[in-house]
């Protein structure tokens, strides 16, 4: 009977036979792949579907159906239909064709390596990549060969720098002891002296060798980054001679060409789209290949986008497997062979591959569009105010070509890091006894806010409408990514990263809530001297002259300047259930802004705040929190005099209220028969008797019925006021 190949049905000849498999099945050498990613199998590597006996296709280990949290069914998968490329239910037909590559030496170097296939590229529902693996593959060996010639002119580098490096500090060094010695035997110098010049010919020696480091560093970063630009190019020069010669869907043969100029992208991210979950298959796919190593970008950018569906998920795979690999903390052998897993990541090691070159490279290896991006940004160290006169704040970060526009992503700012609390703002996910946290709002941040944080040297790639100066990038607000994350916004829209303070020390910050994030945002602050640790003035803690309250969703944080030495105010938030607030746990609070408060003249004397619990001013926390409504008081500040009542309006219910009074320069304990809490129905009664005229703070303090913890009943804070008495 005549042979045919299971997978292009055409005879098979004994010179370029495979089989009999297991299942009785023949192939020929050029069609026996993966039929998922389109992997050369051998029979020692091959597998069959454990799924479905009837299905008689081959796989690599890593396609093989079966049942697992990042592998679809089989029978799924063909539901969902055959292009992995673009989404679409195409059975759309490939023709093998050589890549035709415009650089002439890369052309003759995949001729040469080129293994003849007389068959038809395969045409079925797997191995639905625009580029050949084969010849994807090659191209990777030959960019792997002048990466090789690169690190071994590194390495000589090195070894030449480090001798003659050694050899005129010998050399200073022996001058330098000579001449001691001759004054020391005339009697010039004594050993005192013989101990400071050692010292100081030290110190000298090793700040040399810091600058000879730095400058080689800096050589290898840029011709590291000079050849994966070159690199990145010749495969997506690949791509592109496919998408002309093969038949692809109509979205495929849309992505351009060629890199578009930067312009603003046409739709904000929230319109591509506003939850993590659209990602799911996508980042458990990446979680998983970032726990196994991979031996080449090839088969690895393959692995990570064997199911995505567009260009944006394929950004979003590569962007998730950095993120959760945390190449910077990898541990390496001394000894990396460039033909091992850990060689890939080589540059990683070396230090001469950032996060963002390597983004740039698996990029073009997905064929898409991407560029790194010079400029500076408030990064760590940084404080508002602050001018960028230097090289102290440089930065890079990538812009990458997707759903039709220039999107930004930062790898090094959303790449895990260890935490040490519980905390559910972030997507987290455990890693043996390491946790990361991973946050969403680097990749494909918006212009508008990404602006913020980051300015690049070319005013194009700000992708604004009206792009702005570096001096304005300085006044811009010193924001972090959770001020965005909570969706909130500065009420002055003219408010700059330095605040000065009136004629009367006094200076506000003024945040909007939106009405989703209303009723579990939790705000807190943190005030001390901008020039040092300080966090106190004579004795009285700089948090004492803050008045933070909310009222109609916006949240205020009023400083009086004690002083006028600079103040560095640090605004922090999170968002809390009432339920968790009640168990009494701590709150990890994280800064969202941070603002200089300047006091150029102070002709008045700040009196601080009486001592109360830390935290908002007003009743709106006990409404959000406890569901208590203010009957009478609905403002932080009341106004009184000898005798007030204050009362509020249950709406779930309290078992208990207790009141307390503090004023400046007095005991708490002889305040404390001056307050009584009783409750009738749903009412709230807090009755106060002051015993003097003054500025009096009242700390209030509830709890539910099964408020107990470790067998105490737990009092919660739930508010507090800023009463003025006056007879």
Not at 132 to 160: C, N, P, V
Not at 435 to 457: L, S
Request: with cysteine.
């Amino acid at each position: 009977a005549e042979q045919c190949c299971h997978r292009c049905t055409k005879k098979v000849y004994p010179t370029d036979k495979v089989g009999p498999l297991k299942d009785g099945t023949f192939f020929h050498n050029g069609c026996f792949k993966c039929y998922i990613c389109g992997t050369r199998l051998a029979l020692k590597t091959y597998c069959n579907n454990r799924n479905n006996i009837d299905d008689k296709e081959v796989y690599c280990s890593n396609h093989v159906p079966v049942a697992s949290p990042h592998d679809l069914p089989l029978e799924k998968r063909q539901q969902n239909g055959s292009s992995h490329e673009n989404g679409h239910n195409d059975q759309r037909r490939y023709k093998y064709n050589d890549a035709g590559l415009s650089d002439m030496r890369i052309a003759h170097a995949i001729k040469a390596t080129k293994v003849a296939k007389p068959y038809p590229k395969i045409t079925h529902a797997g191995a639905n990549y625009v580029v050949d693996y084969d010849d994807q593959t090659r191209l990777e060996l030959i960019h792997r060969e002048d990466e090789d010639h690169m690190y071994d002119q590194f390495s000589q580098q090195r070894k030449d720098e480090s001798h003659e490096f050694e050899q005129e500090t010998k050399e200073e060094w022996e001058k330098a002891l000579a001449d001691f010695a001759r004054k020391f035997e005339r009697g010039q110098a004594n050993n005192k002296q013989k101990d400071d010049l050692i010292k100081h010919l030290t110190i000298t020696r090793e700040k040399k060798l810091e600058t000879l480091h730095s400058r080689r560093k800096e050589r290898e970063r840029y011709l590291t980054q000079e050849l994966v630009d070159r690199q990145a190019k010749e495969m997506l020069e690949l791509f592109k001679q496919s998408r002309n010669e093969v038949e692809v869907a109509d979205d495929v043969r849309a992505y351009p060409s060629s890199p578009p100029p930067p312009e603003p992208p046409h739709c904000s991210k929230r319109e591509i789209y506003t939850t993590t979950e659209v990602f799911e298959t996508v980042d458990q796919i990446a979680m998983h290949t970032a726990q196994s190593d991979v031996s080449s970008f090839t088969k690895l950018v393959r692995l990570l986008t064997y199911d995505a569906r567009n260009d944006v998920e394929k950004a979003r795979a590569i962007y998730r497997w950095i993120t959760i690999k945390n190449l910077n903390l990898m541990n390496f052998d001394d000894r990396v062979d460039k033909d091992t897993p850990m060689g890939l990541l080589r540059g990683i090691k070396y230090g001469t591959e950032s996060y963002h070159v390597l983004f740039k490279r698996l990029c073009s290896y997905a064929g898409l569009h991407c560029v790194v991006i010079r400029g500076f940004s408030k990064s760590a160290g940084y404080q508002p105010g602050l001018a960028f006169e230097d090289n102290r704040f440089r930065n890079t970060w990538n812009a990458v070509y997707l759903d039709g526009s220039w999107r930004f992503v930062q790898c090094n700012w959303g790449a895990r890091h260890l935490v040490n609390a519980k905390d559910n703002s972030y997507d987290t996910k455990n890693d043996g006894n390491l946790r990361y946290e991973y946050d969403d709002h680097y990749f494909m941040t918006d212009p508008v806010e990404f602006i913020y944080e980051f300015f690049p040297e070319d005013a194009p790639w700000q992708l604004l409408q009206r792009p702005i100066t570096l001096r304005q990038f300085e006044r811009v607000p010193f924001v972090r990514s959770l001020f965005f994350k909570y969706g909130l916004q500065f009420t002055n829209r003219a408010l700059e990263s330095v605040c000065y303070t009136d004629r009367s020390g006094a200076a506000s910050i003024a945040i909007e809530i939106p009405p989703e994030a209303a009723d579990n945002l939790i705000f807190h602050y943190n005030l001390k001297f901008y020039d040092d640790d300080e966090t106190t003035i004579d004795g009285l803690s700089l948090k004492r002259f803050v008045m933070q309250s909310v009222k109609d969703r916006v949240v205020s944080f009023r400083v009086h300047s004690p002083s006028t030495r600079p103040l560095l105010l640090d605004i922090f938030a999170n968002s809390v259930s009432s339920g968790h607030y009640l168990t009494g746990q701590p709150i990890k609070f994280k800064s969202v802004c941070k603002f200089k408060i300047v006091c150029e003249s102070l002709g008045v004397i700040m009196i601080p705040l009486p001592e109360c619990a830390s935290g908002e001013w007003g009743p709106a926390k006990a409404t959000r929190l406890f569901g208590l409504y203010p009957i009478t008081h609905s403002e932080a500040i009341v106004n009184a005099g000898r005798h007030v009542e204050i009362r509020f309006r249950m709406s779930k219910p309290l078992s208990e209220f207790v009141a307390s009074l503090h004023r400046n320069r007095t005991d708490d304990r002889s305040l404390q028969h001056c307050c009584v809490a009783a409750i009738r129905g749903d009412t709230v009664i807090i009755q106060i008797e002051f015993p003097d005229e003054g500025q009096y703070g009242l700390d209030i303090y509830t709890r539910q019925n099964d408020a107990i913890v470790n067998g105490k009943q737990l009092l919660t804070h739930c508010c507090k006021y800023l009463i003025h008495s006056r007879s």
